[in-house]
């Protein structure tokens, strides 16, 4: 089931990737692009999501609940303030959303014993909103992230000072990782290049994303510089688009 509701999009947690591609790539022809960002970024979450015959079979819940180091949609859903809905064995639902606590160590979830995800709602962005996901992995498929990030930002209505940011992480440790003292110091300043040198400091996202010489996964010096890159090339991304918003923006001479 995939249904546009008017709080965002709403997807079945038994939809597969393969058959949800469609569907999504149809609603952004349809949405205004402010606010489908975030489900062009699911899209291409899932345009890198293994190899066509398992996305075939591989399921949004399935993904979810397998609660996964480096899965290639909970990073996503996490950084966009999905909710889900959930069914207990009783046949009672409740929504929860899907937060810092949610995920839990060695691919354990919060959800409670017998709990059946019914569907997740994915919420639209808004005129000052931006996602991007990001992955870097040795093969274009098949294989599993060494880093992955999902970030979303929202900025003020000047379209300058950051009002809300999360940068959320995968293979950085057991589970999705939030830069949670980044994003807070990050509030309040303005959207411009000293912004990038304050993000990278070694107070900042180093001291958010550490890693222990004996990490699992092992290439730890690499991984730690790919959270500063990718957080970089999200800057340059989100500049770059601001910069197509303001020209649009200039009143005609």
């Known amino acids: 089931m995939v249904e546009v509701t008017e ?29 489908s960002r975030g489900f062009a970024a699911l899209l291409e979450t899932m345009s890198v999501f293994a190899s066509t015959q398992i996305r075939n079979v591989a399921s949004i819940g399935g993904n979810i609940v397998t609660a996964n180091a480096v899965s ?36 354990q979830t919060s959800l409670s014993r017998g709990d059946i995800i019914v569907s997740v709602l994915i919420p639209y962005t808004t005129e000052g909103e931006f996602v991007q996901v990001y992955k870097q992995s040795s093969r274009g498929e098949v294989d599993r992230a060494v880093v992955n990030a999902a970030m979303r930002l929202v900025l003020t209505s000047d379209l300058q000072i950051v009002s809300d940011v999360s940068l959320v992480f995968g293979g950085m440790g057991d589970r999705p990782l939030l830069a949670s003292r980044t994003m807070k110091a990050l509030q309040g300043r303005k959207w411009d290049r000293s912004l990038v040198e304050f993000a990278c400091s070694a107070d900042m996202l180093p001291s958010d994303l550490p890693l222990a010489p004996d990490s699992q996964g092992g290439m730890v010096a690499y991984r730690r510089t790919l959270t500063l890159s990718i957080f970089f090339r999200f800057f340059l991304s989100v500049s770059e688009k601001l910069g197509r918003i303001w020209i649009e923006k200039r009143p005609a001479l």
């Not at 709080?7 to 606010?35: D, F, T, Y």
């Open 7 to 35: 709080a965002g999009l709403r997807v079945g947690a038994a939809a597969s990737i393969q058959g949800l591609r469609p569907v999504v790539r149809a609603i952004i022809e349809e949405l205004p692009e402010h606010k």
């Open 72 to 107: 290639d949609i909970n990073p996503f859903l996490l950084a966009t303030g999905a909710t889900l809905q959930v069914m207990d064995t009783e046949g009672k639902t409740r929504d929860i959303a899907v937060e810092e606590k949610f995920f839990l160590p060695n691919g």
